[in-house]
């Protein structure tokens, strides 16, 4: 099991849609769960169990790089900031007021916005067929949500919580272009330090919603609901995110959120009973089209 894991751990083409594919039901859950379980608490809770889930395995790795660590510390700071405590709370929070087809839709902004802060941080250039399988995959994002109407992109109409997502989004871009300046810490290390910095930076914010706009009421489904956050879109998909960002790169390894929603349509017509269209089989031939042009440039 243990080789397994290893070989699986220099796979980033498997590593980035396993990551992805956990943040696409993580948008899912969110807005279902949006009535039961405040943004700001399902956000602190979430990053609260998957710190104390992995500070257990992580607490020899983080006395062995402290040193590392208060070297860099307003970068990873920053980084907890824009990675884990922003993107998540603001993601959840917007989806209280926007459908779960806006913000997949908002979020597909990101591989575009990774790009830019990558030109605009380290000059980094795209070629013309880069540029063409971007705009390939987009395109077939945008043939999935609008289910192969454009009308119905046009009749969408911004509110604040998309404003929220798209916020989330730039933060969440610039994250993955930072993470080039990671310093050098174990990859335990890192995941253990930034959630648990995030959830501290996320504790007064918690503490000021649960006194002031509402509290969360602990029940099994709200319990299982911040046991699924807490563990796969962050534990496992953090894990896979950064190590393929550190393998191929944030251009390239931005680019597989475009798979978010694809695999929600895939989610929605295994357990919501949703029928599958002609919109959906071209819409996802041009995500993976554009993608693997992309790669096949790599």
Request: glycine fraction near 8%; include cysteine; aromatic fraction near 16%.
């Amino acid at each position: 099991m243990v080789n397994v894991l290893r070989r699986l751990y220099r796979l980033p083409y498997l590593l980035l849609p396993l990551a992805v594919f956990f943040w696409s039901l993580n948008s899912i859950v969110g807005r279902y769960m949006r009535l039961e379980v405040p943004p700001v608490a399902l956000s602190f809770w979430r990053w609260a169990g998957a710190s104390s889930l992995i500070l257990p395995f992580s607490w020899r790795y983080l006395q062995k790089d402290w040193s590392v660590i208060r070297k860099h510390l307003p970068l990873l700071l920053l980084l907890a900031l824009t990675g884990v405590a922003m993107f998540n709370t603001l993601l959840y929070s917007g989806l209280q007021t926007t459908i779960a087809l806006n913000a997949f839709l908002i979020q597909s902004t990101m591989p575009v916005l990774i790009m830019l802060f990558s030109f605009l941080f380290f000059r980094d250039r795209i070629n013309y067929l880069q540029g063409l399988g971007v705009a390939f995959s987009l395109a077939g994002v945008v043939m999935v949500i609008a289910r192969g109407d454009l009308e119905l992109l046009f009749s969408l109409s911004l509110n604040r919580g998309d404003v929220l997502i798209f916020i989330a989004s730039i933060g969440y871009a610039f994250y993955s272009v930072m993470l080039r300046w990671r310093p050098k810490l174990h990859p335990v290390s890192f995941i253990a330090f930034t959630f648990i910095a995030g959830t501290l930076m996320l504790l007064p914010l918690y503490l000021w919603e649960s006194l002031n706009v509402r509290t969360l009421n602990f029940n099994p489904q709200t319990l299982l609901t911040i046991a699924y956050v807490a563990i796969f879109p962050s534990i496992i998909s953090y894990v896979c995110y950064n190590r393929g960002i550190e393998l191929i790169g944030a251009n390239l390894g931005g680019l597989f959120i475009h798979l978010v929603p694809v695999f929600g349509s895939i989610m929605a017509l295994l357990f919501l009973g949703e029928r599958f269209f002609w919109f959906h089989g071209v819409g996802i031939f041009m995500i993976v089209g554009g993608i693997v042009l992309t790669l096949r440039h790599r």
